[in-house]
């Protein structure tokens, strides 16, 4: 899922106060996570993740991983938070700007 960026600077503004629904733990990035943040997409659209490790390239990898597994979006990595959006096909409940 490609945004442009005024797509993004939108949904910047929208997780910013959004708290993380996501914690990712000393496991990393398991299957039984990977199905828990795909349940919050489907949920949410837009959700924010905090991840837990110190290590900027493990942090990296697990960024990808999260999106590669979902098909999510990243729409801002900071520190240890990223946010990601992905469109719930169904029902829809963001309207992004062109």
Request: net charge positive; glycine share 8%.
């Amino acid at each position: 899922m490609n945004l442009s960026p005024s797509q993004r600077r939108y949904l910047r503004g929208l997780a910013h106060a959004l708290k993380p629904v996501i914690l990712t733990g000393n496991k990393g990035i398991t299957p039984a996570l990977i199905a828990e943040f795909s349940s919050a997409l489907d949920q949410h659209e837009l959700v924010k993740v905090k991840l837990g490790t110190p290590d900027r390239a493990e942090r990296t990898a697990q960024i990808a991983a999260l999106a590669d597994g979902t098909g999510a979006a990243l729409v801002q990595g900071i520190g240890r938070t990223a946010c990601f959006y992905r469109r719930n096909p169904d029902q829809p409940k963001l309207a992004l700007p062109a």
